[in-house]
């Protein structure tokens, strides 16, 4: 596919499947669990009802402990910066916390640069362990920039993927259908920001900071909830 025509192709699918994301969670209306921030803010969040498990999603990628007590679903975009913090905190927990289970849902809604970027990152999440695909997350949000398809692809072949495997896989429309499946799925539980987070049956939207979302984790393995 030409830039051209991936741009395009980007654009068609930007506007066919994200019309929402433009408008901001009201933390008044959205406020099911009394949960606050590290900033002592609201945290928004409701609860949702889901019809199958998040983790058997095609292009989902689930690292840490695959049999680890507690799971966190995550949301986000690679060219949020709530989600670049989120990620450097995550890792940091992942590395204390041996019972979590970290699910990564690509969900590209902030432009075409993310819808291109996401394009690559999918063709990874086919073709890497999940091992990979978390080292590519990872160095992706040490950048600093918009990352688009381009930067996408040069931080997976600087971790000795296969640049015209992945490329074939990225124009794919097995890709596109999965792309437009997360976002569908994402504006179908109501989250309008990024990074939103799933624990069992609710929705946090936006990131609530280290403290609180390890205190999360810990109130998910302890009793499946995201407060106990």
Same mark, same amino acid.
């Given at each position: 596919? *030409?830039?051209? %025509?991936?741009?395009?192709?980007? #654009? /068609?699918?930007? &506007?066919?499947? !994200?019309?929402? =994301?433009?408008?901001?969670?009201?933390?008044?209306?959205?406020w099911d669990y009394p949960l606050?921030?590290?900033?002592?803010?609201?945290?928004?969040?409701?609860?949702?009802?889901?019809?199958?498990?998040?983790?058997?999603?095609?292009g989902v990628v689930v690292v840490?402990?695959?049999?680890?007590?507690?799971?966190?679903?995550?949301?986000?975009?690679?060219?949020?910066?709530?989600?670049?913090?989120?990620?450097?905190?995550?890792?940091?927990?992942?590395?204390?916390?041996?019972?979590?289970?970290?699910?990564?849902?690509?969900?590209?809604?902030?432009?075409?640069? *993310?819808?291109? %970027?996401?394009?690559?990152?999918? #063709? /990874?999440?086919? &073709?890497?362990? !999940?091992?990979? =695909?978390?080292?590519?997350?990872?160095?992706?949000?040490?950048?600093?920039?918009?990352?688009?398809?381009?930067?996408?692809?040069?931080?997976?072949?600087?971790?000795?993927?296969?640049?015209?495997?992945?490329?074939?896989?990225?124009?794919?429309?097995?890709?596109?259908?999965?792309?437009?499946?997360?976002?569908?799925?994402?504006?179908?539980?109501?989250?309008?920001?990024?990074?939103?987070?799933?624990?069992?049956d609710l929705a946090i939207l936006?990131?609530?900071?280290?403290?609180?979302?390890?205190?999360?984790?810990?109130?998910?393995?302890?009793?499946?909830?995201?407060?106990?």
């Amino acid at each position: 596919m *030409s830039p051209a %025509a991936a741009v395009l192709a980007a #654009a /068609v699918l930007l &506007l066919s499947c !994200a019309p929402g =994301f433009a408008q901001s969670p009201d933390p008044e209306t959205q406020w099911d669990y009394p949960l606050l921030g590290d900033d002592g803010q609201r945290v928004s969040n409701h609860t949702i009802k889901l019809l199958g498990p998040l983790d058997q999603l095609p292009g989902v990628v689930v690292v840490g402990n695959p049999g680890g007590k507690a799971t966190l679903v995550e949301f986000y975009d690679l060219n949020c910066p709530y989600c670049h913090q989120a990620a450097t905190d995550l890792a940091e927990l992942l590395s204390r916390d041996h019972d979590l289970r970290l699910v990564l849902v690509p969900y590209p809604v902030l432009g075409i640069p *993310s819808i291109t %970027a996401g394009r690559v990152e999918l #063709a /990874v999440a086919k &073709l890497a362990s !999940a091992e990979q =695909f978390y080292a590519f997350h990872r160095k992706i949000y040490a950048q600093r920039g918009t990352v688009d398809g381009r930067r996408a692809l040069e931080v997976a072949k600087s971790l000795g993927l296969n640049t015209h495997r992945l490329l074939a896989l990225a124009d794919g429309d097995e890709i596109t259908e999965t792309m437009k499946n997360h976002v569908r799925l994402g504006d179908a539980l109501g989250l309008q920001a990024t990074p939103s987070f799933v624990v069992g049956d609710l929705a946090i939207l936006g990131y609530p900071g280290p403290r609180t979302i390890e205190a999360i984790a810990a109130a998910a393995a302890a009793c499946g909830k995201t407060v106990c």
